[in-house]
């Protein structure tokens, strides 16, 4: 059983500003997990926004593309999203997931973190 939580969401962030957030993972052999970082805005479906795999291979989802950065440490057990140059729609409850699998198909994901928020201003 896998264990996530997520850190680095709360407060409000002014448009073009940058946030960092991480997930601590416990409970499992975390180099074997792809990893992703998901999202849901306010009154829409969930979305994947990164994912990263085990062997460091990374996809993002196309309007984050130049602005947002996957990575893992594999010795601290955690997983980053880097997130530049901010806009009002990235605002959204941010999740991060893990599970065995390729990182590009949504039923890898059986573990999940509690989500963070994350609110850009406009």
């Known amino acids: 059983q896998v264990q996530l939580v997520e850190s680095g969401g709360g407060g409000l962030v002014q448009a073009g500003g940058s946030l960092r957030l991480s997930c601590a993972a416990s409970g499992g052999t975390f180099r074997r997990y792809a990893m992703g970082w998901f999202r849901r805005p306010p009154g829409k479906e969930r979305e994947l926004v990164a994912a990263?795999?085990?062997?460091?291979?990374?996809i993002y989802q196309n309007s984050v593309k130049g602005r947002f950065t996957i990575s893992r440490d594999n010795a601290k057990n955690a997983v980053y999203l880097q997130m530049n140059s901010l806009k009002s729609e990235d605002t959204a409850v941010y999740y991060c997931?893990?599970?065995?699998?390729?990182?590009?198909?949504?039923?890898?994901?059986?573990?999940w973190g509690q989500g963070t928020q994350v609110s850009v201003s406009s």
């Open positions: 997931a893990a599970g065995l699998g390729a990182i590009v198909t949504m039923s890898t994901y059986g573990y």
């Open positions: 990263i795999s085990s062997s460091g291979t990374t």
